[in-house]
């Protein structure tokens, strides 16, 4: 690890300011990925600028007909917060299913949605990687691509971005609330997270030293009809080769709203409306999901390593959709019988 | 005896209470003032030659003490034989910053040397090095066909090239009843203990050393780092208290013993070598290895003809070879066999053995396609198994010491409840999943080897054992204490077990199950001899109540010898120091194999292994969610202790089959997923029911203590039941390890 500054924040202006007046300016919460990226010299700030101190918001708070999360909250107090579990249980799932219990403990929500992917090549400072650096080619394309993505790839980059909690997060619709230089903004979740294109460096759409200060979930949390399914080379510690998330709002049998959001395919979580428009009025059978699932793997390209992943996600996409009708009695696919 | 013996009875660890409290020191943690701290620049391409090394920029931070590389390294050892460690392949070591050339991804260039770790890691980043890069390749799959029988050496003793082909084989095989063959593909895997690799060097002056290393063989690393740096062997001295899991990684002196010495005899300072995780893939290895098979038998279902051939990776400088392919002919008989081992030299690091060394991979092929051959006649796996037993060593036609495999088979089978299992593949289901049952037998060479051990009695009257030998978190300590009590009748409290340490007795390096049959039958000979002194000694005191007693007549029990005949009549050990002057008593003993009456049979533990898998049928996940392993290994010293090795080599089953694989980049001819989040190894979620049973098994002839060693067996046989039990759940047969859940879509 380099040397570096280390600056705790006493405000959110006070962070902003902090971590502009230096062009390696970078933030540290939970220090999750950030701590291991500097470790692997992929990541040399030349300031951290600790926002913790700034954790002084509750975890969940009711916003306007839905609920505000505390950025700086760990992603184990939010989904162990009984607002969570009873309203959006959801996103507490999602949370549940990623990483491990000690790494909850210390990531917060704010950075769970800027981790970085977890690409072999992009952790590896001697192999090309435009992601780490612009312009100098993807190992993964002609590498080891098991876990990359099938979906809105580039010639430059096929990462995916690793998080579960943010694959309900779009799910659920939610909110960004950032601050910086140039002020407060509300951020769509389906707005926030970029497609790799020719700007695979750029992960999201944060402006340079913007703080992401708060997120914030609608009114309807669907708790009824959800469901979260990962797949994954081991049943804890480890990122998704597909991940779905499904929530429906039923009408009798038929359904009258349906959210349908996966991981692990794509350099953001992926969710295609018109998919969830078809389903719309629709009776909620297994010919439909799979229709559904026909319509958000459309145009998927694979690799050497992982031309399982449409036909995986396309069966991950019927189970959980399954799954969500009942979610007491359906029993995920990583689970053994109880 | 009024003592109980402490042998066969369940202890826990003695160390145990440091070790979870954190209080047990390891090698990387002997802390000196003005320790300096060493970290390794590896190389970045695979090969090739170092065309410019520039450090100024490193060593320009202030508190960078030096760089070492092949330019400015002291002179060292000609001779390649002066680089062979006891466990050191045919060919020619490897040898840490020797010249310019690039032999393989990760290869140690330099050391930088620096007052405290975080800043020797920086300024390893600074230092520069241009490279001229050559083509190489990584490749086992692509280059088989130029597969070439490995060259014999010293190490081949201990690992027999496969037995010679008897009968016809082809001629076997096509006109036989029932047939099944396979082809097996197993790729590289890494130890990854916990503890990583790290060498302590504190430098006495004129040339002595005393080094905490990392390691499985103190008196091999003293040996080695005698002959490299040319220092009397008495001025070298390797420790190794605790070693927190090796697997076989510290059979061989790892390089950063070699830098950490090095470093510290050019600096006359203590210096300190950590290995990071990344850098734990940059040795030994198991190496991948490509199996194919081709099994026949009759319609009674008795075995015909047997063909087992391995291509395994080696490096370019060293055969490393594993023993794959002869187990299937121990393990059943057949008119016809032919097995063959082949090496592919390839752009890497020499291979290592790693727990289960070409057990683990050959008997998945072996166990695996009995299996297939079991559903082509119809017949029960197990029972297909017991038509084919063998009630001698098919391969050579010695028999068993002793061999309770049935009894395994019996008493494994009764405790799973195999007799449930619907013969058909696809017929068992539970809610949405398929269940499998599937089993596997396995064995494992029951070796010994020379080793001394010292054993004293003091003035207390207590019991000191010595050996050089290392505990890599087996057990060693808490069974040497109980071989080392029941020789004089002692309880465990009045003895001790003293070892890790190149300064006592001569042991071998720890590996391949044979640690307790050599280090605990020299300690059962050198109490044995102490016993008889003492005897003599106690003769010889005044008014003795010993009298015209010969060793026969007399008891050790409870610190004292006592006349069988006349359990009044006893002396005190500490008495008997006494009258010595107050000087201890003791006796090392150099204790040989048998090797005459070992030689007319086979010597070998077994198993019996039996699994139930549920499959998910639509998304293929996978999950053990039973299983039973019998162990029949001759006497249980800790049953506790043995049992714990039985369960991690269960683990370890789940994670060959299901887990487990380093991958490598052939485009860059390196590993990528140098750490434990993308190195996967099982977690708790993964793992659910397991059993161990440790089957009665009475052996005189193995050796003194008629104990075979159970480090490995665990690993032995279970890969191959869980393949066969998902073969049974889903009618997939996946011989490509590990399997994921994409292979059973």
Same mark, same amino acid.
Request: glycine share 8%; net charge neutral; charged share 20%.
């Given at each position: ?338 | ?478 069974? #040497? ?10 309880? #465990? ?251 059973? #879509?």
């Amino acid at each position: 690890m380099h040397n570096f500054r280390y600056k705790a924040a006493t405000s959110v202006s006070d962070a902003v300011v902090e971590v502009n007046q230096s062009a390696e300016g970078q933030f540290v919460a939970g220090g999750t990925n950030v701590l291991d990226l500097m470790k692997y010299f992929v990541a040399k700030p030349e300031v951290l600028v600790d926002v913790n101190p700034l954790n002084s918001l509750p975890v969940v708070s009711e916003y306007k007909e839905g609920v505000r999360l505390s950025a700086f909250a760990t992603n184990a107090d939010t989904a162990y917060h009984p607002i969570i579990e009873k309203r959006y249980p959801l996103l507490s799932k999602a949370i549940l299913a990623g990483a491990s219990a000690q790494i909850r403990n210390m990531a917060t929500n704010g950075g769970n949605l800027l981790q970085r992917t977890r690409c072999y090549y992009f952790y590896d400072v001697n192999t090309p990687c435009n992601k780490r650096e612009p312009g100098t080619g993807c190992s993964a394309i002609r590498g080891y691509n098991r876990m990359m993505a099938i979906m809105g790839t580039s010639e430059h980059c096929i990462a995916v971005f690793p998080s579960d909690m943010c694959v309900a997060l779009a799910a659920l619709g939610a909110v960004v609330n950032t601050d910086g230089m140039q002020g407060k903004r509300e951020i769509p979740f389906a707005d926030f997270h970029r497609l790799p294109g020719d700007h695979p460096e750029k992960d999201n759409n944060l402006l340079a030293g913007e703080l992401i200060t708060g997120i914030d979930l609608p009114a309807e949390g669907f708790a009824e009809h959800y469901a979260y399914l990962k797949l994954r080379d081991r049943n804890s510690y480890a990122f998704a080769l597909v991940s779905v998330a499904v929530v429906f709002r039923l009408d009798g049998d038929l359904i009258s709203e349906a959210r349908i959001a996966l991981g692990g395919i794509a350099h953001k979580p992926w969710r295609v409306l018109d998919a969830e428009l078809y389903l719309q009025g629709k009776s909620a059978t297994v010919d439909h999901f799979a229709a559904a699932a026909e319509i958000i793997l459309q145009g998927a390209k694979t690799f050497e390593f992982n031309s399982f992943k449409p036909e995986l996600a396309r069966r991950a996409i019927i189970r959980c959709c399954k799954m969500a009708l009942s979610p007491d009695t359906q029993l995920p696919g990583a689970q053994p019988s109880a | 005896m009024s003592t109980q013996p402490a042998i066969g009875q369940s202890i826990s660890r003695l160390e145990g209470f440091e070790k979870v409290t954190g209080s047990a020191k390891y090698a990387g943690e002997y802390n000196v003032p003005d320790l300096l701290y060493g970290y390794v620049v590896n190389s970045t391409i695979t090969k090739g030659e170092i065309l410019n090394f520039n450090a100024d920029a490193a060593l320009a931070l202030p508190g960078v003490i030096k760089v070492f590389y092949y330019g400015n390294r002291p002179s060292l050892a000609w001779f390649n034989m002066q680089y062979a460690d006891m466990d050191a392949p045919p060919g020619t070591p490897f040898r840490p910053l020797q010249d310019a050339e690039i032999k393989y991804n990760g290869q140690p260039i330099a050391l930088v040397v620096a007052e405290s770790f975080e800043l020797a890691k920086y300024a390893a980043t600074l230092v520069k090095v241009d490279y001229k890069e050559e083509t190489f390749t990584t490749d086992l799959i692509a280059n088989q066909a130029s597969a070439r029988s490995p060259k014999v050496g010293l190490a081949t003793a201990l690992k027999p090239p496969p037995p010679k082909p008897v009968g016809d084989f082809e001629a076997a095989y096509d006109t036989a009843f029932a047939k099944a063959s396979g082809k097996f593909i197993h790729g590289t895997e890494h130890h990854n203990p916990l503890e990583l690799f790290a060498t302590t060097t504190i430098y006495e002056g004129k040339g002595k050393v005393t080094i905490y290393d990392k390691t499985q063989g103190t008196v091999n690393c003293q040996l080695y780092v005698g002959n490299v740096f040319g220092l009397h062997f008495k001025d070298v001295r390797v420790i190794s208290p605790y070693v927190g899991g090796a697997f076989g990684s510290g059979l061989r002196p790892q390089y950063q013993l070699f830098l950490s010495v090095m470093a510290a005899l050019e600096l006359k300072r203590a210096v300190r070598v950590t290995l990071d995780r990344t850098q734990m893939f940059s040795f030994g290895h198991r190496p991948p290895t490509t199996q194919f098979t081709r099994f026949a038998a009759a319609a009674d279902g008795s075995l015909r003809a047997i063909n087992h051939t391995a291509i395994a990776e080696t490096s370019r400088f060293e055969d490393y070879t594993e023993v794959v392919v002869n187990w299937a002919h121990m393990l059943y008989p057949a008119k016809n066999t032919l097995m063959e081992y082949k090496l592919v030299p390839l752009d890497v690091f020499s291979p290592l053995d790693m727990r289960a060394p070409g057990g683990s991979t050959g008997l998945h092929a072996v166990e695996s396609t009995m299996d297939a051959l079991s559903y082509q006649l119809g017949i029960d796996p197990l029972e297909f198994r017991l038509i084919n037993y063998a009630e001698k060593d098919e391969s050579t036609g010695r028999p068993y010491s002793s061999k309770e495999l049935r009894k395994c088979y019996e008493e494994g089978a009764a405790r799973f409840g195999w007799s449930e299992r619907l013969p058909q593949p696809r017929s068992m289901k539970r809610g949405n999943k398929l269940v499998g049952y599937g089993m596997a037998t396995g064995i494992w060479e029951a070796m010994q080897l020379p080793a001394r051990a010292k054993a004293l009695i003091n003035a207390e009257g207590k019991l000191e054992v010595s050996s050089a030998v290392t505990d890599i978190g087996t057990g060693t300590l808490t069974v #040497m204490t109980q071989i080392a009590a029941d020789t004089l009748g002692l309880a #465990m409290d009045d003895v001790t077990f003293s070892y890790g340490d190149s300064k006592m007795a001569f042991a071998p390096i720890q590996g391949g199950s044979f640690t307790v049959a050599t280090v605990g039958s020299a300690i059962k000979a050198a109490g044995l001899a102490l016993a008889k002194k003492l005897f003599r000694k106690a003769k010889q005191m005044q008014n003795s109540p010993l009298g015209k007693a010969k060793f026969e007549d007399v008891e050790f029990r409870d610190g004292l010898i006592a006349l069988k005949a006349q359990p009044k009549a006893v002396i005190a050990l500490k008495d008997i120091v006494s009258a010595n002057k107050g000087r201890a008593i003791q006796s090392t003993n150099f204790n040989l194999p048998k090797v005459m009456k070992l030689k007319n049979y086979s010597r070998a533990a077994h198993s019996a292994a039996f699994v139930e898998v549920e499959v998910d049928e639509e998304l293929g996940v996978i999950n053990v969610t039973r299983a039973v392993t019998a162990v029949a290994a001759g006497k249980i010293i800790n049953p506790k202790t043995a049992r714990s090795q039985i369960l991690g080599g269960m683990v370890w089953s789940i994670s060959k089959a299901l887990r487990e694989e380093t991958i490598t980049d052939h485009n860059f001819g390196k590993y990528m997923n140098q750490n434990l989040g993308e190195y996967h190894i099982p977690v708790h979620a993964d793992i659910h029911e397991l059993d161990v049973i440790f089957v009665e098994e009475k052996d005189d002839i193995v050796n003194e203590l008629g104990s075979k060693g159970i480090g490995e067996i665990g690993l032995a046989a279970m890969p191959a039941a869980i393949a066969n039990a998902i073969f049974h759940a889903t009618g997939k047969r996946i011989n490509r390890f590990p399997i994921h859940l994409d292979d059973l #879509m």
